[in-house]
């Protein structure tokens, strides 16, 4: 399992290097505008997050005796999904000079809504 995991991360960081290597090659041949290097990374950050994120709510087992850690697990999930998506929509549609600041805004907004319910709700029985 763990060598899947580590294997899965390096093709997946060969990947992000090589996205951003043809970008700035093909920004240095003129082929696509300056901007367009900082939105592919800004659109291939946003799907990371949601590639690494979509799993949480699967990954650990014992949520048949733990239904409300589970439950969190997938609050958890859901919310980064949407965070990744909202960050890669922000650098495909927004200003590139506003584009970084919302994007960070947009998945900061995730991790407020699960630090808030994990404050206001918990993750399970060991935090009632």
């Known amino acids: 399992m763990i060598t899947r995991n580590v294997g899965f991360a390096m ?35 946003g799907i990371t997050i949601v590639i690494f994120s979509n799993p949480v709510a699967k990954r650990l087992p014992g949520e048949a005796s733990n239904p409300a ?39 900061l907004t995730g991790f407020v809504l699960i630090a808030a319910r994990t404050l206001f709700k918990g993750t399970g029985p060991a935090s009632e």
Do not use: E
Request: charged residues 10%.
């Open 69 to 107: 850690k589970a439950a969190f697990k997938r609050f958890f999930a859901l919310v980064m999904v949407l965070a990744g998506l909202g960050h890669s929509l922000v650098w495909l549609l927004a200003p590139i000079d506003l584009a970084n600041w919302i994007a960070i805004s947009v998945v």
């Open 11 to 45: 093709g997946y960081a060969a990947l992000i290097i090589l996205t951003a290597l043809a970008a700035a090659l093909a920004n240095g041949q003129g082929w696509i505008p300056d901007s367009m290097p900082d939105r592919v990374l800004g659109i291939v950050m």
